[in-house]
């Protein structure tokens, strides 16, 4: 069945049709009998092609290959096909780029799923004795803190909440679009400094959900430790690609990355205890005054659980972090994209106004009823994987993965840029065609475009990113046309950890 199901496929390729009903007919045949289709003599990890230690090195730092990750995962497939190994500084990782692939490494991962065990993250946790957050921690620590914030974070009916915190944070965008319109460009806002407004804005939406307080950032003037606690966000991604990839031994030579690393985050678990400490406070003095507490948001909602407050810290930080530039990023190449296909924008208004019938602000129920606004948002995440690569370490066994036994604790890279931006899987793979997601029938592999990961461990802002940004784009776009500014350029993506926006990008909005 594998090697047929092989045969098939690659004859799809070749004649440039992706998956048939045929194809996916054997395919859930395939995964009745398991998935996986261990090889007849199974190859050893020596046998993986890949680049030496050397030439990696030089590709990572001598030709800026750390911010440009995501473009060495297509060069990586090109040259090796889907499989292959290199040494990122100290840790050998196998990089796996087909969908079918990243299927069977994603259905062996079992009860609890690992991303890394060699992260710097977890390094600088137990260096300052911190807990870990739902992003770092693991096992059965992983598993309790998951159970709660699902029930807070992925449940529909939680999530739909929201709407209201999170549309009186996108009217506050629009006021401010307003009032920084250039004055010389009547009915013009010229937004030369996008990125910076969105982040500034994303992180008062998930301030929102978390303190169910907008910690000030769109006001006239943005207080300093926000400001501080954003750059650190950006510093300390940065750094983590760059701690990550030097050996052990060159720490010691230059230690300006992992001090700086360590500052950042420093600065990040300072800032969430202090807004936690606060609020909690203010609770407890509610209680002391004989008043009724019933708080809507994350942070009370742990606090109620009887969980440690070092684990509070570690969660609510990480979550503030994962909340940011995720959102902000999807929201910007949203935009960016509509700008420069204005017949798309105008299809997706009409599509907001025929659901909102007269009314100007959607609710949770509204956006769940537009398929192109969905459309629109999976293609900008097929372009633009918010995590261009994601990692599984499988520590309990070793598993056959195509044509080779990965031995347990080996980092297994998912080569997600890879995946999305094959012709094989997606015919003109590097235009924006919304349209592709309006007719599953002529569908992908499930696993060709996975923004959001799959699975136990995939991630658990997932309903909450997609309400805020339907929100935010079904506001903007009734009331402006996004278009270019002329004197912008085109914006590529660079790697930091995350896949961000290479330099501004530069909008006009145009008043309605
Ligand atoms: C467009 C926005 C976002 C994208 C594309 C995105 C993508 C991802 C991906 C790919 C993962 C890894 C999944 C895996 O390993 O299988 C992840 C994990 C995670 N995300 Fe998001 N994310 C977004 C927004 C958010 C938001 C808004 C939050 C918080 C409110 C958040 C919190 C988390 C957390 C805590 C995890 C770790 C989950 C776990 O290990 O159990 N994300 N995200």
Redo the contacts with the bound molecule.
């Keep these: 069945m594998c090697s047929a199901r092989r045969m098939l496929q690659q004859a799809l390729r070749v004649s440039g049709r992706t998956a048939s009903p045929v194809l996916k007919w054997m395919e859930r045949c395939a995964e009745g009998a398991g998935a996986v289709c261990p090889p007849r003599r199974a190859r050893t990890l020596e046998e993986m092609p890949g680049p030496s230690v050397l030439s990696f090195a030089w590709d990572l730092f001598g030709k800026r290959g750390l911010s440009r990750l995501h473009e060495l995962q297509l060069e990586g497939r090109r040259k090796y096909g889907p499989m292959w190994k290199a040494s990122f500084g100290p840790i050998l990782t196998v990089h796996v780029a087909e969908p079918e692939l990243i299927e069977q490494v994603l259905r062996q991962e079992g009860k609890h799923?690992m991303?890394s065990d060699l992260s710097s993250w977890k390094d600088y946790r137990n260096l300052r004795g911190h807990g870990y957050?739902?992003?770092t921690a693991e096992g059965d620590e992983?598993q309790s803190v998951?159970s709660l914030?699902s029930t807070h974070?992925l449940r529909p009916k939680a999530v739909e909440a929201y709407d209201g915190t999170l549309n009186s944070v996108v009217t506050d965008l629009i006021a401010k679009l307003r009032t920084s319109r250039f004055s010389h460009l009547n009915k013009v806002t010229n937004c030369h400094w996008f990125p910076r407004f969105t982040h500034l804005f994303l992180f008062k939406g998930?301030s929102s959900?978390l303190f169910e307080s907008r910690i000030g950032c769109l006001d006239s003037s943005v207080p300093m430790e926000t400001e501080r606690f954003i750059q650190s966000i950006n510093t300390m991604f940065i750094m983590t690609l760059l701690t990550m990839a030097m050996p052990g031994w060159l720490h010691q030579l230059f230690p300006k990355p992992w001090n700086t690393f360590c500052q950042c985050w420093d600065y990040m678990f300072h800032f969430a205890k202090g807004h936690i400490d606060q609020r909690l406070q203010e609770e407890a003095e509610k209680v002391a005054r004989g008043e009724e507490v019933e708080g809507r948001y994350l942070t009370y909602f742990l606090s109620k659980t009887g969980m440690p407050m070092k684990s509070i810290y570690s969660n609510v930080t990480?979550?503030l972090l994962?909340?940011v530039d995720?959102?902000s990023?999807?929201l910007s190449w949203s935009l960016y994209e509509l700008s420069r296909h204005p017949d798309i924008q105008t299809s997706l208004r009409a599509e907001v106004h025929a659901v909102l019938e007269g009314r100007s602000v959607p609710g949770a129920a509204d956006v769940a009823r537009m398929p192109l606004m969905k459309a629109v948002v999976k293609e900008v995440?097929r372009l633009y994987?918010?995590?261009p690569a994601?990692a599984?370490v499988i520590a309990d066994k070793d598993i056959h993965v195509g044509r080779y036994l990965i031995p347990r604790n080996t980092l297994i890279t998912l080569c997600h840029f890879a995946t999305s931006r094959d012709p094989g899987h997606f015919p003109d793979p590097n235009s924006f065609v919304p349209q592709r997601w309006l007719t599953r029938d002529q569908g992908n592999h499930a696993y060709a475009s996975?923004?959001?990961?799959?699975?136990?461990?995939?991630?658990?802002?997932?309903r909450?990113?997609?309400l805020?940004?339907y929100l935010a784009l079904a506001q903007i776009l009734t009331q402006f046309d996004v278009k270019p500014d002329p004197e912008g350029s085109a914006v590529r993506p660079m790697t930091r950890t995350l896949l961000v926006p290479d330099s501004n990008i530069n909008l006009q909005f145009v008043e309605r």
Excluded: D, H, Y
């Design positions: 799923p991303r957050g739902l992003l992983w998951r914030l974070m998930i959900v990480e979550l994962a909340g995720t959102i990023s999807t995440l994987p918010v995590i994601n599984r996975v923004p959001f990961g799959v699975g136990k461990r995939s991630c658990i802002g997932r909450i990113a997609e805020e940004v």
